[in-house]
């Protein structure tokens, strides 16, 4: 199964290569940004985190150094749903493996229908990681993750 998805990540080193060049990569990337804003906007709005606004076109940042590919911005950000709505995009990576799962199960065989597969899922690879704002968005849920830590604790290191 992994072998599958050999070719889309070839590919998404490649788009990785356009990035300097941002209406191309904005446009080679644009089913990853869709997939991306749009992880946010179904777990933002399960987790009431409350999406107001989705934008899928890229703008500069705001200090002026690079640019955004797309956005989701959120009315009810809190402690509880803000690692959830955050991280959200991390949710494309088993995205991945399902259709990749789905290709390969039973036996595979090369056909026309993999080059069109591979080239929507090349730019999954690069978009299915949270970006900087989305991590530090998500240190809302400190809580969460101070609890996820303590339980770990206690699960992996003997206690007298």
């Known amino acids: 199964m992994l072998t599958y998805l050999v070719p889309p990540a070839i590919a998404a080193l490649m788009l990785r290569s356009l990035s300097g060049r941002i209406a191309v990569f904005a446009l080679a990337t644009l089913t990853g940004t869709m997939v991306h804003e749009l992880l946010h906007a179904i777990v933002g709005t399960l987790t009431g985190a409350r999406p107001i606004s989705m934008s899928l076109f890229p703008r500069r940042s705001a200090d002026g150094r690079g640019y955004v590919m797309g956005s989701v911005t959120f009315e ?9 709505a955050c991280l959200a995009p991390l949710l494309g990576l088993p995205l991945l493996a399902f259709v990749a799962w789905l290709r390969v199960n039973g036996g595979w065989h090369f056909e026309a229908l993999d080059i ?7 730019p999954q690879f690069l978009t299915c990681w949270p970006s900087s704002t989305d991590l530090r968005l998500s240190l809302l849920s400190w809580p969460i ?15 007298p």
């Open 145 to 159: 993750y101070l609890a996820a830590g303590a339980i770990a604790w206690f699960v992996w290191f003997p206690h």
């Open 76 to 84: 009810n950000l809190t402690w509880y749903n803000a690692a959830p």
């Open 116 to 122: 069109l597969l591979w080239a929507l899922l090349a």
